[in-house]
């Protein structure tokens, strides 16, 4: 069964920084992986997808990579912003089908 | 417009009565999905179909039931609601035939039970 954990579960950084957040997945044999956003009390806005075939996506100030045979994603974020607070959730998908879950890493920047 | 709608998008309901959830998406999508969420925790698949006349288990289908009554939606129920069913509830497309199988999310359902 695939698990899927993200570190650090909370981050607070000031304006600015550059940071990221990571996503361990227990079994490698994936069909591709999503980078989501929830904001409080909202929907999933989908970030990024990394097929299994690549190692990495980028969109603006967001970074992701795929390291398959490791069972990790990262999610770098450019000189973050106080918008950028959110919950950042990484799910894979192993068979086109359903997708598994992180917990999710909880973002705060400060103005 | 929203291409996956939920409805509604808040309910309290009461210990033993029965809920229904309806989702309705404009992509054109074969593929639909039922998720929970509970507070500080990932999402949990509940059930999802492939089309009309396919439904599947997921990961923690039992208190629930789902009914796919045409291509665009997908009915969520929870037949006697418990208390611990209390969560935000989402729905979720997909298309077979494309390379990356991307997930596209409704708003959310919170349902709480009293």
């Known amino acids: 069964k695939q698990e899927v954990t993200q570190i650090p579960a909370a981050l607070s950084v000031p304006e600015g920084e550059n940071l990221v957040l990571n996503c361990s997945f227990t079994d490698s044999a994936i069909y591709n992986l999503q980078w989501f956003r929830q904001d409080p009390g909202k929907g999933l806005t989908s970030l990024l997808l990394i097929q299994s075939s690549q190692r990495e996506q980028t969109s603006g100030r967001l970074n992701a990579s795929l390291d398959k045979s490791s069972g990790r994603s990262t999610l770098y974020i450019a000189a973050s912003q106080p918008g950028d607070s959110a919950t950042y959730l990484c799910a894979v998908n192993n068979a086109g089908n359903m997708l598994t879950f992180g917990g999710g890493t909880r973002l705060m920047v400060k103005p | 417009d929203a291409d996956v709608t939920q409805t509604p998008r808040n309910r309290i309901t009461k210990t033993g009565k029965r809920i229904m959830l309806e989702c309705s998406q404009t992509?054109?999508?074969?593929?639909m999905y039922w998720y929970r969420q509970d507070p500080g925790l990932g999402l949990r698949l509940i059930y999802y179909s492939f089309d009309v006349k396919d439904i599947n288990k997921g990961e923690i289908s039992d208190g629930y039931s789902v009914s796919r009554q045409a291509q665009a939606k997908f009915s969520l129920s929870l037949e006697s609601a418990i208390p611990n069913q209390t969560a935000l509830y989402f729905c979720a497309t997909s298309a077979p035939g494309t390379a990356a199988y991307e997930q596209y999310f409704g708003p959310g359902t919170r349902l709480t039970v009293t």
């Open positions: 992509k054109g999508h074969d593929r």
